[in-house]
């Protein structure tokens, strides 16, 4: 009787890991909870890895500041098929140092959220439009450090993207805008708020090339004239 109820006994270390536990459980589970899974025993550590190796979304918004930056690194150091990385709340620890390595290798990432990472540089930005070339959602909100060039390395290697959020990143200027206006015409969603640098040139740029536009934040462009908001409405005919 021993030996059957020891037969009909299951850990769940004994599942399948690829085929069961990673895509029909460990999905299911929040980021901190498979953080501290790693910490139970080496089987588990190795398992997580596994997950990690595999998984498509790695979202830090709500676990950020409580993560490590070496431990970030090990995390994703062998995953390759990364569709969604959200950095969001990570403003404290990550750099260019941390990043590189992660879009140098995951050149099939569809959206990415860097922001408010305030210690990252250009160099970040122009290893994604190289790297990522099918990215098609990007968050750069209260990234200062995104500059000219930068952005018009994005225009030019990511011509499918569909949003962009640029708020608070002051050292665009219209030129900048406007090429990417022209260079990435499936643009649906733009955030331009809370720089005064944005004028009136850009809002028509925007207006002329995104032809599929659905939403466009000015909040704060105070050098937006009513004439742009009146030159947009007439385009889309709202």
Known sequence: MEEEAKMRTCHLLDLPWEDVLVPHILCYLPLQHLVSLQRVSKQFHSLIQVYLANCRVFDLSSVGPSIPKEAFCSMLKDNKVLHSLSLQNCSDWVTDKELLPVIGQNQHLQRADMSGCVWLTRHSLVAVSLSCMHLQHLGLAHCEWVDSLSLR????????????????????KDDAICYLAKKCLKLRSLSLAVNANVTDESVEEVAKNCRGLEQLDLTGCL???????????????V
């Open 153 to 172: 390395s994005l225009a030019d290697h990511c011509g499918g993207l569909q949003s962009i959020d640029l708020t608070a990143c002051r050292q665009l």
């Open 223 to 237: 050098r937006v004239r009513n004439q742009s908001i009146r030159y947009i409405l007439s385009y889309f005919q």
